[in-house]
């Protein structure tokens, strides 16, 4: 049997290139290191005193949950010592962090969501972490500058999926793989090499209840796939539900709503590491504009952030659903 681990499988990547430094090596085992501490803690909820409010807000005016700030402790702490990172960005922090400019080795920027669905963990409902790794153009010496960079241009991206198992999902721009965390072992393994999503699926996972407030197009969809007997999955973390639809295909939604007009999910470190996946497992990622924006959609890729928390529309999934959503806009 021939074990490959998420170490040894990044390694084995960055030899393909000459000159290859193994800063990359370096910047993926701090989020598997990180990782490994949330799954711990996550897995000791109720044990150990971490559910419940933090007391604080974010900058989206959200309750913050303990949890949420210590995925961001580990995933600061383990960034933090990685000699290469120029600068870190999260969810939880309004400002990006600079940790060392482009003159002192600074080559990468990575952003996250510490825990995606935090909201579900006092039920012990699958939560995630998401990042995206960036470039740093040492040219650019604002650290917002430095990461407002379309999504075409991450370097890699993935998510982890605290559930029934600890699941890596990675992607550098070379097809997607994923990986399982073995406990006897501590060690994530390789399960699964150049995932693709089923090109069709008869699901849609969406949050049906603010559907009197989406977009007609969006209520049209919604009628349409109740008649061609579609089946329904929400689960409510965002991790949990691509994971999904990536694994058994289907369509993922989140349309703008009264509440959130320009869509909830965020573009950086939500859609921008999930449609780099998607997309490099042969499915397709689109923000339709509203209507009065002229209707059409946009590749969530070629999106230029203005902020680091900007919000977007999203669609995404297998090809033949994503279209499926879009004819009826
Ligand atoms: P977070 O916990 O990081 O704030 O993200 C929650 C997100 C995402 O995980 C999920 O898809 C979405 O919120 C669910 O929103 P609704 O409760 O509005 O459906
Ligand atoms: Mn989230
Ligand atoms: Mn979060």
């Given at each position: 049997?021939?074990?490959?681990?998420?170490?040894?499988?990044?390694?084995?990547?960055?030899?393909?290139?000459?000159?290859?430094?193994?800063?990359?090596?370096?910047?993926?085992?701090?989020?598997?290191?990180?990782?490994?501490?949330?799954?711990?803690?996550?897995?000791?909820?109720?044990?150990?005193?971490?559910?419940?409010?933090?007391?604080?807000?974010?900058?989206?005016?959200?309750?913050?949950?303990?949890?949420?700030?210590?995925?961001?402790?580990?995933?600061?702490?383990?960034?933090?010592?990685?000699?290469?990172?120029?600068?870190?960005?999260?969810?939880?922090?309004?400002?990006?962090?600079?940790?060392?400019?482009?003159?002192?080795?600074?080559?990468?920027?990575?952003?996250?969501?510490?825990?995606?669905?935090?909201?579900?963990?006092?039920?012990?409902?699958?939560?995630?972490?998401?990042?995206?790794?960036?470039?740093?153009?040492?040219?650019?010496?604002?650290?917002?500058?430095?990461?407002?960079?379309?999504?075409?241009?991450?370097?890699?991206?993935?998510?982890?999926?605290?559930?029934?198992?600890?699941?890596?999902?990675?992607?550098?721009?070379?097809?997607?793989?994923?990986?399982?965390?073995?406990?006897?072992?501590?060690?994530?393994?390789?399960?699964?090499?150049?995932?693709?999503?089923?090109?069709?699926?008869?699901?849609?996972?969406?949050?049906?209840?603010?559907?009197?407030?989406?977009p007609?197009g969006f209520?049209?969809y919604?009628?349409?796939?109740?008649?061609?007997?579609?089946?329904?999955?929400?689960?409510?973390?965002?991790?949990?539900?691509?994971?999904?639809?990536?694994?058994?295909?289907?369509v993922?939604l989140y349309p703008p709503?009264?509440?959130?007009?320009l869509g909830?999910?965020?573009?950086?470190?939500?859609a921008?590491?999930?449609a780099?996946?998607i997309e490099?497992?042969?499915g397709a990622a689109v923000a339709p504009s509203s209507a009065e924006r002229g209707g059409s959609a946009v590749r969530i890729l070629e999106i230029?952030?203005?902020?680091?928390?900007?919000?977007t529309t999203v669609v995404l999934g297998?090809s033949?659903e994503v279209e499926n959503v879009l004819r009826h806009l």
């Open positions: 049997m021939n074990i490959t681990s998420l170490q040894s499988h990044i390694l084995q990547e960055e030899s393909r290139y000459q000159g290859a430094t193994g800063d990359f090596t370096w910047i993926l085992s701090a989020i598997s290191l990180a990782a490994k501490g949330i799954a711990a803690q996550v897995r000791r909820a109720r044990i150990e005193d971490v559910i419940g409010d933090h007391g604080g807000a974010n900058v989206h005016g959200e309750t913050q949950q303990k949890l949420d700030m210590i995925a961001n402790d580990l995933l600061m702490t383990c960034l933090g010592s990685r000699p290469t990172i120029a600068v870190v960005a999260s969810e939880e922090h309004e400002e990006p962090t600079i940790l060392r400019r482009g003159a002192e080795g600074g080559k990468y920027c990575v952003i996250f969501d510490p825990l995606d669905g935090s909201s579900n963990l006092d039920v012990s409902v699958s939560v995630g972490t998401i990042f995206s790794i960036l470039k740093n153009d040492p040219s650019i010496p604002g650290a917002v500058e430095t990461l407002c960079q379309p999504g075409t241009h991450q370097v890699a991206a993935g998510y982890i999926l605290y559930g029934s198992s600890t699941v890596f999902v990675l992607t550098t721009g070379r097809g997607v793989n994923m990986f399982v965390l073995d406990p006897s072992i501590g060690s994530f393994v390789l399960v699964k090499s150049n995932l693709r999503i089923p090109p069709a699926a008869k699901t849609y996972s969406v949050n049906e209840a603010n559907r009197r407030t989406f007609e209520q049209r919604l009628d349409w796939a109740h008649a061609e007997e579609y089946s329904s999955r929400y689960i409510g973390s965002m991790v949990a539900d691509v994971h999904r639809t990536l694994l058994k295909g289907g993922f709503t009264s509440k959130n007009p909830k999910l965020r573009l950086m470190y939500e921008n590491p999930m780099m996946i490099q497992a042969g230029t952030p203005s902020s680091i928390h900007q919000r297998s033949a």
